[in-house]
């Protein structure tokens, strides 16, 4: 295993401990709003700060952007992007879809992913040029080459400020473009089960860069596409993410580009 990935995935399994201890007893979680519908518990803040650690500890120079901390400039071309509890909502209520994300980007572009979730004790791992895997076997993206065929993922509108009325009309397209519409609340987690072939596609606008960096690469060393709705490569910078197999990928995005913020 590449020693940055390694690095990665023991700050992963530290980040899950954190989780899953604090999993068996919700009832005694501290929940606050960031704003309307995004919550933040002090297990995402704890497990945001073991992986930080573990990274700084091996790369003290790096630079590190995190959902709960925010960005620090390291003085380097590497910078690690943290998703410490991707599904707040999810884990909140005991529903058990929620991961670890984090990705190592140098000078931009993505070389090393680990998507963990604890739940299900999947450890999703890539490195650039060298494959994706799942507990340590090789996966690869779905056969099916017909969107109609397809099991497609994506996200919903959650914020005050969403378009949701644009949305819903992309939901009914989309719903009757595909064999069925899952939303099951982890944006990092969808792609990883995109590169593992258990959906055909993905899609959601108004996401983070930390929700999309490992995940992307997952599917691409999968063997998949990922892209912004029009197919472009800036979807981590534009906060919007088509991803699947390349078939099904070439046939969502003329439906997508419409509905593109580019």
């Not at 023991?10 to 606050?32: E, F, K, M, P, W």
């Not at 590190?64 to 380097?76: F, K, N, Q, V």
């Not at 604890?118 to 080459?145: C, H, K, M, Q, Y």
Request: hydrophobic share 45%; net charge negative; glycine share 10%.
């Amino acid at each position: 295993m590449h020693a940055m990935l390694a690095v990665a995935v023991n700050a992963a399994i530290s980040a899950a401990q954190i989780i899953h201890r604090a999993s068996g007893d919700l009832n005694q979680l501290t929940v606050s709003k960031k704003q309307h519908n995004d919550f933040v518990t002090e297990v995402d803040k704890a497990s945001e700060a073991a992986i930080i650690e573990t990274v700084r500890a091996a790369f003290p120079d790096h630079a590190i952007l995190a959902e709960e901390s925010g960005c620090t400039d390291g003085r380097s071309d590497f910078q690690w992007i943290i998703d410490p509890l991707d599904g707040t909502t999810n884990f909140i209520h005991g529903f058990p879809y929620y991961c670890v994300s984090i990705a190592l980007a140098y000078q931009g572009e993505v070389t090393q992913a680990v998507v963990y979730d604890p739940s299900a004790n999947e450890l999703f791992t890539a490195t650039r040029g060298g494959g994706a895997f799942l507990n340590e076997r090789p996966i690869r993206v779905g056969a099916r080459d017909c969107l109609a065929d397809g099991l497609i993922g994506t996200g919903f509108p959650f914020r005050a400020t969403d378009d949701v009325e644009t949305y819903a009309r992309l939901f009914v397209e989309m719903s009757r473009a595909c064999a069925g519409l899952r939303r099951p609340g982890a944006c990092a987690l969808d792609l990883a089960n995109v590169a593992a072939g258990r959906l055909d596609g993905f899609f959601e606008q108004g996401v983070n860069a930390w929700d999309m960096a490992a995940g992307s690469l997952l599917v691409t060393e999968a063997g998949g596409r990922v892209g912004d709705y029009t197919g472009g490569a800036d979807f981590l910078r534009l906060g919007e993410i088509v991803a699947g197999s390349p078939a099904v990928y070439g046939q969502m995005v003329p439906r997508l580009a419409g509905y593109s913020r580019v």
